[in-house]
Structure formats: structure tokens, C-alpha cells
């Protein structure tokens, strides 16, 4: 009996492989079109003018305050609601419920990012970017120069909590019809009514795909880290050598 479950799981394996594939699929895209929208979204947070914080702050609330499934829906559904979405130039891309998980996950994301990278960005000790101001630098130097590349190696770790809980969450795209990994599950467990152990399967693979986001955060959190720690200890050094 259990050869035979065994069988029936290895049978189902590679169904499962290609449904976990379009899940990476979908977490990439939408870690990087969210990325680059979170970062004009966190410099907007931490502006000084009201009139680009708020709509930022608006952004962030509604994206942060309401379940992911409920945005899912709206872009999938309630987009295609409107004749004048129907009949745009869009229409090719937002009829696919591929694109609309993407960007559903992208928007969602994005606001989650923009809050860390805020984060990061706060964090930065004030005193550097008075220096910055007293050599001259204009804010978006300041920003590119000296505030982000200082906010990156706090805000990683953040980061990759946030890239696991977007990978967790691409669970909700077989909601749509998309045959990603937990909708191939589904739809192999319809047909072989083989629950725990498909599932399991399936967790088991979510686990693997987890285990690489830790370690790649952690990769880069090392190789981002030790040349700003070099970059801070040279000039530390080179003034003891001249007081020497």
C-alpha cells in the first residue's frame, strides 16, 4: 500500500515541479515590479512636503489594510467591469490571469517594501546626512549617495521576511485559475484524492523554496555588509596612522 502511494506521489511530482516553477515565476516579477515601486513610494514617506506623503500614505494603508485574496479579486474581477478597461489597449494584458496575479501581488508588496525600506531609511544617523548636506549635496545626492546605500544592509533582513510571506501568499493565484503550485495540488488531489500526502508534497517544496530565500538574503546581507564595514574602518585607520 505504501509502494503504491509512493508511486502515485512520484507519478504526480513533476505536475508539482512545473506548478512550483510558476510560482517562482510570479514572486519574482512581483518582487521586482513591487521593489521599484516601493522605492519612490518610501522616498514619498519620508518626504518633507505633505502633498507627497499623503498619497503615499493612502497607497500604503489600503494595500496594508485590506487582504490580499480581496485584491486578487478586484484586479481580476473588478477591472474588467469597466468598458473603457475592456476596450484600452491594456485589455490583452489584464484579461490574462496571469498578469493580474502579478500585478496584484506587485501593488501588494510594494507597499509592504516601501515600509521597510522607509524603515531603512530612517535608520540612517542623522549626523551622515548633514555631512552630505555640508559638502554641498543636493537631496537626490544625498539620497543616491549616502541615505540608501546605508538603508540596504538594515532593511534586508525585513526584506526577506517580506519575500517569504509573498512567496506563502502566490499561494492564493490557483484562486484565479493559475496552476501554480498549490492549484496543481488541487487539482491533482480532485483527481487521486490523495490529500495529506500531495499536500505534504507541496509544503515540503514551499519549505525548499523558503530555505533558498534565507540563504540568498543571507548571502547578501554578507556581501553587502563587509565592504561598508571596510569602507568604514579605512578612515578610522589612516587617522591613526597620521596621529602615529
Known sequence: MMA???GMVAENLPQLLSGAWLTMQLVALAMVAGTALALPLAVMRTSRHGWLRAPAWGYVFFFRGTPLLVQIFLVYYGLAQFAAVRDGFLWPVLREPY?????????????????????????????????????????????????????????????????????????????????????VARTLIARTYLAVELFAVAGLIYLLLTLLI???????????????????????TRHGDLLS
Open 214 to 236: 534565507v540563504r540568498g538574503v543571507r548571502l547578501l546581507e554578507r556581501r553587502w555588509t563587509v565592504p561598508h564595514q571596510r569602507l568604514e574602518t579605512v578612515p578610522a
Open 4 to 6: 503504491e502511494l509512493s
Open 99 to 183: 498578469w493580474c496575479a502579478v500585478i496584484a501581488f506587485a501593488l501588494n508588496t510594494a507597499a509592504y517594501t516601501a515600509e521597510v525600506v522607509r524603515g531603512g531609511m530612517l535608520a540612517v544617523p542623522p549626523g551622515e546626512r548633514e555631512a552630505g548636506r555640508a559638502l554641498g549635496l543636493s537631496r537626490w545626492q544625498e539620497l543616491r549617495l549616502i541615505v540608501l546605500p546605508r538603508a540596504v544592509p538594515s532593511a534586508l533582513p525585513a526584506y526577506g521576511n517580506e519575500l517569504i510571506l509573498m512567496l506563502k501568499g502566490s499561494a492564493l493565484a490557483s484562486t484565479i485559475t493559475l496552476l501554480d503550485l498549490t492549484g
